[in-house]
């Protein structure tokens, strides 16, 4: 089974994303995460993808599909696995396919996580206090929420085309919000 999440930055994703991946037992993928990871170490990529994160910008499509192909191939992904930022442009997405194609898989649903910009900026600013992520200024936060917008929402038009897409409502507390999930996955699955 693999899974796509979709969403604005402080949507709940990677929330939603772990509880999901406990109740399936399958691995939760976050980008950001693998990012994050990359820019911890001494080198010029990391520099490089530190300039990225640190500004908001979309990291490259090549490095990321490297990353995500690499990951995917591990022995923990051959169940499937649920993606949690990723993928974040149209380029993404259609390698997402191939990739999933050459393995003999498919995607088999996209969930997107609805939040008004207000209750987004609201949640991030918290995050930043909490967590102090360099990427959660304010400057950085409405960067990623305009990103969001025009390099990520067109994905959401590429999956409802394709009839994968489901919508969720995500203002709700986590639990409400999760329980949506598990209604609406159960219901998919169980009208196909
Ligand atoms: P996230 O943890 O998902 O909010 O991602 C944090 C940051 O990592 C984003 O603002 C981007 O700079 C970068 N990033 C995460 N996933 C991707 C992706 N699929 N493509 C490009 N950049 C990404």
């Known amino acids: ?19 999901l991946a406990a109740a399936l037992g399958i691995p939760q993928l976050s980008t950001g995460e693998m990012l994050r990871n990359v820019k911890q170490q001494d080198s010029a990529l990391a520099r490089w993808v530190g300039s990225h994160l640190d500004t908001g910008e979309l990291a490259p499509d090549h490095l990321v599909m490297r990353i995500v192909a690499s990951r995917l191939a591990e022995a923990d992904c051959r169940q499937g696995c649920l993606l949690d930022g990723f993928p974040r442009t149209l380029v993404q997405a259609q390698s997402l396919d191939e990739l999933l194609q050459q393995r003999g898989q498919q995607l088999d649903r996209v969930l997107e ?4 910009p207000d209750i987004l900026k609201e949640r991030l600013l918290k995050r930043a206090e909490l967590e102090r992520r360099g990427d959660d ?18 994905l959401l038009d590429y999956y409802r085309e394709r009839n994968l897409l489901t919508t969720i409502d995500g203002t709700g507390s986590p639990e409400q919000v999760f329980e949506t999930i598990r209604r609406l996955l159960t219901q998919h699955c169980s009208d196909h």
């Open 1 to 19: 089974m693999h899974i796509v999440f979709i969403g604005p930055p402080g949507a709940g994703k990677g929330t939603q994303c772990k509880r």
């Open 137 to 154: 200024t304010f400057a950085t936060i409405l960067a990623r929420l305009q990103i969001y917008e025009t390099q990520t929402a067109p």
């Open 113 to 116: 996580l609805r939040v008004p």
